[in-house]
């Protein structure tokens, strides 16, 4: 039962470095999202996919870009990373967007910027 | 707009005593409600969801969360705790007006609430 799987688990990057995490869902779910945690504030959304071939922001996005490669994988780029962007990275996916879907996380990513 | 409130940072609790995790919401129309558990290092893993009917909804470990609409309410219980229940739950609503003319629905979390079960 893999569910929500996303790579790497932890990162370091200096500041102005590019990365991206990965994200793959086996549960055929049409809605994939993206989200940061940091303490004291809950999870904040950075963006989101409805479905495949379609991305939209969240609350966050300012220095992301995402890529719905296909229906399964729902990639975040940190084009060039800031010290402000160290944080827990939550992949997340719903087999439909809104309403009482569900939605699942994966095990998270750590990334530090120094 | 929606917002949700856990207003205890944390909740200490003995190994076979009830505990309960405070959670407070506000949205325009009806809400979806949900709680998650993170363990340490782990990701958020869902525990129950209250949609619409029954106000006593029963989840995963024994949890159990008692929708109040009048206190605008959803708080997360469970008769007798283990000291395995130890993590941080997070309290999360959608409100059903959102989903109207919108393609969202977000869900927002509340700050979560760090459980701490003691032997």
């Known amino acids: 039962n893999a569910g929500v799987t996303q790579t790497p688990k932890f990162q370091v990057l200096k500041t102005g470095q590019s990365m991206t995490l990965q994200c793959a869902q086996d549960?055929?779910?049409?809605?994939m999202y993206w989200y940061r945690q940091d303490p004291g504030m809950g999870l904040r959304l950075i963006y989101y996919?409805?479905?495949?071939?379609?991305?939209d922001k969240g609350e966050v996005p300012n220095g992301y870009n995402v890529s719905r490669l296909n229906k399964r994988e729902f990639s975040l780029r940190l084009e060039s990373a800031a010290p402000s962007q160290t944080s827990v990275y939550f992949c997340?996916?719903?087999?439909?967007?809104?309403?009482?879907?569900?939605?699942?996380f994966g095990e998270g990513s750590w990334l530090t910027v120094v | 707009a929606q917002s949700v409130a856990q207003p205890e940072d944390q909740v200490n609790v003995a190994e076979g005593n009830p505990l309960t995790v405070k959670c407070t919401y506000s949205?325009?129309?009806?809400?979806?409600l949900f709680w998650y558990v993170q363990y340490p290092n782990r990701g958020l893993q869902f525990l129950l969801k209250?949609?619409?009917?029954?106000?006593l909804v029963k989840g995963s470990y024994g949890f159990e969360a008692e929708f109040n609409k009048s206190q605008t309410s959803f708080h997360l219980k469970k008769p007798s705790a283990l000291v395995s229940d130890s993590a941080l739950y997070f309290c999360?609503?959608?409100?059903?007006?959102?989903?109207?003319?919108?393609?969202?629905?977000?869900?927002?979390f509340g700050r979560g609430t760090q459980l701490t079960v003691w032997p």
């Open positions: 997340a996916s719903s087999a439909l967007q809104g309403k009482g879907n569900t939605i699942y």
């Open positions: 549960m055929n779910h049409n809605s």
């Open positions: 996919s409805a479905s495949e071939g379609t991305t």
């Open positions: 949205v325009s129309g009806n809400p979806y």
């Open positions: 209250y949609i619409t009917g029954d106000n």
């Open positions: 999360a609503v959608r409100d059903t007006e959102a989903d109207r003319g919108s393609t969202l629905g977000r869900l927002y």
